[in-house]
T-cell receptor, first 109, second 113 residues
Framework: GQSLEQPSEVTAVEGAIVQINCTYQ??????LSWYQQHDGGAPTFLSY????GLEETGRFSSFLSRSDSYGYLLLQELQMKDSASYFC??????????FGQGTELSVKP | KAGVTQTPRYLIKTRGQQVTLSCSPI?????VSWYQQTPGQGLQFLFE???????NKGNFPGRFSGRQFSNSRSEMNVSTLELGDSALYLC????????????FGPGTRLTVL
């Protein structure tokens, strides 16, 4: 079957660094994407890794290891507004975008 | 540039009825994908349309169908509604399809009573 595993909840303090992991098992792999969704809102694209390594976009970084079928999203200098759900997603050979169950990040003052 | 719009935003139906949801993609985007989001199942892929053709379909029963018009606007239809169809239905657009940068609309919250 196809699955993406990520922690259901993560809690961190404002100003800290948090890492959200994602392991995947899919029929085919083109790359790993990350989306952010605030409660009741639309998911918004954060980053995409097609190759191994680290991609940095401001306070957010994303890492991929294809040999380990593993990636993570790193959020630095956490702010209260970063409290949201974060989803990893993989597009399989058939072209379907498969999402993980989401990680709810709570940032505390 | 306007974002993805979905109508209606909220909908209440009863079991057995059918419903049609509408999605207008970002101008210039030719691909539209639909997703169902529920607390238990998360975000699940329904189907993807590109240039009026269905390119991919998720594992949903035939009661779920969709179409895309020549202006790239898309509709999805759910017939014979069941309680379990209560969900947030999200539409996302991209320029050419098969892209991982998807731009999501605000969703339609469907409640089936």
């Amino acid at each position: 079957g196809q699955s993406l595993e990520q922690p259901s909840e993560v809690t961190a303090v404002e100003g800290a660094i948090v890492q959200i992991n994602c392991t995947y098992q899919t029929s085919g792999f083109y790359g790993l994407s990350w989306y952010q969704q605030h409660d009741g809102g639309a998911p918004t694209f954060l980053s995409y890794n097609a190759l191994d390594g680290l991609e940095e976009t401001g306070r957010f970084s994303s890492f991929l290891s294809r040999s380990d079928s593993y990636g993570y999203l790193l959020l630095q200098e956490l702010q209260m507004k970063d409290s949201a759900s974060y989803f990893c997603a993989v597009r399989d050979w058939g072209g379907k975008l498969i999402f993980g169950q989401g990680t709810e990040l709570s940032v505390k003052p | 540039k306007a974002g993805v719009t979905q109508t209606p935003r909220y909908l209440i139906k009863t079991r057995g009825q059918q419903v049609t949801l509408s999605c207008s993609p970002i101008s210039g985007h030719r691909s539209v994908s639909w997703y169902q989001q529920t607390p238990g199942q998360g975000l699940q892929f329904l189907f993807e349309y590109f240039s009026e053709t269905q390119r991919n379909k998720g594992n949903f029963p035939g009661r779920f169908s969709g179409r895309q018009f020549s202006n790239s606007r898309s509709e999805m239809n759910v017939s014979t509604l069941e309680l379990g169809d209560s969900a947030l239905y999200l539409c996302a657009s991209s320029r050419a399809g098969g892209e991982d940068t998807q731009y999501f609309g605000p969703g339609t919250r469907l409640t089936v009573l």
